[in-house]
């Protein structure tokens, strides 16, 4: 049988004999077929025979993408068109990143207007400063006109000054206003993040005629999922699922379904208080007001995964420790890593400059009793250890709003107890070996000096976000390498100022 003769029976939904003759086929040729069938058909296919169609699934989609292949180097750009009109936009992005510079702007001005948009603001900045640079301005416009007024700020507040003034300029009127409104706010703030594309009901109205309000305000909304309620002054009074309307009765008000138990954070508020508020109640989206309770946007599920992805890259590189990259590793020159590394580098160098400060000033302990140094590194990485760890605990905590600053008390006298057992465990543990290295008088140094510098470097790894947060900087620069620096130095002078104090050392 040809193509048309399946095409027809799937037009007449014979599905018995459908699966008759697919039984017989491979997964590559039932692939084979299914590329050659229009979307509607293989949707229909999909439908009826979900387990035959999803073993060809995935060999249909390989040989979905070789063919993208063969149509990017052979340039068919209209062909490329159709297909990529049917992937998800992340897909698409990418395999923009796959091809070289020319390829990827003539790939991107083949795709349909609306995938473009999302394709776009999925690309990192990097990318999507080259991208701009090769379109005109009546391209640009387009672009700037599909995409979402979220996104759009993201892009206009990351780009150079002189970049954002030329987009700015190419924007429509209505866009114009809407971006200078939204870049007004802070960075970093909710207020950046959010989109003013909602969905609004009043009270008064029955839930029939708010149905008919919603069937025209979703179309152009970002999560149709929620409605809220405001009066005429747009102050927020309650936010309802849409289900509320869909099994009230119409003829029911607004206000006799409205329970007010929302929840909405202030536009000035940072954009991790959404991303929390949005894990802690579960939410789709979370609306935003002003000062005076005023709606004016609403930030989506999607915009707080990308913020949280964001903030976590940023706690690791400055885990590192080193200066926050900003982009995609994949899109950093070699002199912007270079200058996002080089800084903290220098910082640890002059601080371990202390620690060899303190062993010349203890040289005569150290010539005396040689075999101190055999257990120095052993003793300093270990409190410097049990500081990294109380250190990422407390960074995490503070991040997942776990821990607040109110708590460093309570939380000071369990590490305490915590790292004074660690101590003790650990002290016993080496004192065997320092007993045989060099005897009881050494023995008891070691120990004395494990169990102080595990509860010393502990002290430090919990207190230093603390005090970090207090004073307004990140809690994650509290990095390993730096909690260990600063333990390395506390380790050496406690190890011998008790080795001269116990030695007798003149």
Request: charge should be negative; hydrophobic fraction near 45%; aromatic fraction near 8%.
């Amino acid at each position: 049988m040809n193509r048309k003769d399946f095409e027809a029976l799937i037009r007449r939904r014979q599905w018995s004999t459908l699966r008759e003759l697919f039984k017989d086929m491979t997964p590559k040729e039932t692939a084979e077929m299914l590329l050659g069938f229009e979307k509607e058909d293989r949707g229909r296919l999909f439908e009826a025979m979900p387990q035959q169609m999803f073993v060809a699934r995935e060999e249909m989609v390989r040989m979905q993408r070789e063919e993208v292949k063969r149509l990017v180097e052979r340039g068919e750009w209209s062909e490329l068109r159709r297909i990529l009109s049917e992937w998800p936009f992340p897909d698409v992005a990418d395999l923009l990143l796959e091809q070289d510079k020319k390829t990827r702007v003539l790939l991107f001005r083949s795709l349909p207007k609306g995938l473009a948009a999302d394709v776009f603001a999925y690309l990192e900045g990097e990318t999507q400063n080259g991208l701009l640079a090769e379109l005109t301005d009546d391209e640009t416009r387009e672009l700037l006109a599909d995409m979402d007024p979220d996104d759009r700020t993201e892009l206009l507040s990351e780009l150079p000054g002189e970049a954002t003034q030329k987009l700015i300029n190419l924007l429509s009127e209505e866009d114009l206003r809407e971006a200078r409104w939204l870049l007004g706010y802070p960075e970093e703030s909710a207020g950046r993040l959010m989109s003013p594309d909602y969905a609004a009901v009043r009270p008064h109205w029955t839930c029939g005629q708010a149905l008919d309000h919603i069937r025209q305000q979703c179309i152009e909304t970002e999560s149709g999922n929620w409605i809220y309620v405001t009066d005429e002054r747009w102050h927020l009074l309650d936010a309802l699922p849409l289900r509320a309307f869909i099994v009230a009765d119409p003829e029911r008000r607004v206000e006799e379904i409205m329970d007010h138990s929302f929840v909405s954070v202030s536009a000035f508020d940072d954009r991790e208080e959404a991303v929390r508020t949005i894990r802690r109640y579960d939410l789709e989206a979370v609306p935003v007001v002003d000062t005076e309770g005023v709606l004016v946007g609403i930030v989506t599920v999607d915009d707080v995964l990308d913020v949280a992805e964001q903030e976590v890259t940023e706690d690791f590189h400055r885990m590192a420790p080193m200066t926050a990259l900003g982009v995609s590793i994949r899109d950093a020159s070699v002199g912007l890593l270079y200058r996002k590394r080089i800084g903290w580098l220098l910082v640890l160098v002059f601080m371990n400059i202390f620690s060899g400060g303190g062993i010349a000033f203890f040289e005569d302990t150290l010539e005396a009793y040689i075999v101190l140094a055999f257990f120095l590194p052993l003793l300093v990485d270990s409190g410097g250890n049990a500081g990294s760890q109380a250190a990422t605990l407390m960074v995490r905590a503070l991040a997942t709003g776990d821990v607040k600053l109110t708590d460093w008390f309570g939380r000071v006298g369990k590490e305490v107890v915590v790292s004074a057992s660690m101590g003790f465990t650990m002290a016993f543990a080496v004192s065997g070996v320092a007993l045989f290295r060099g005897g009881v008088d050494i023995a008891v140094v070691v120990a004395m000096t494990m169990a102080l510098v595990v509860l010393v470097g502990s002290i430090i790894g919990m207190s230093l976000p603390f005090l970090l947060t207090r004073v307004g900087l990140d809690p994650a620069t509290a990095s390993a390498p730096l909690i260990t620096s600063i333990a390395d130095i506390c380790g050496i002078l406690i190890y011998f100022s008790i080795a001269t104090w116990y030695l007798g050392v003149a």
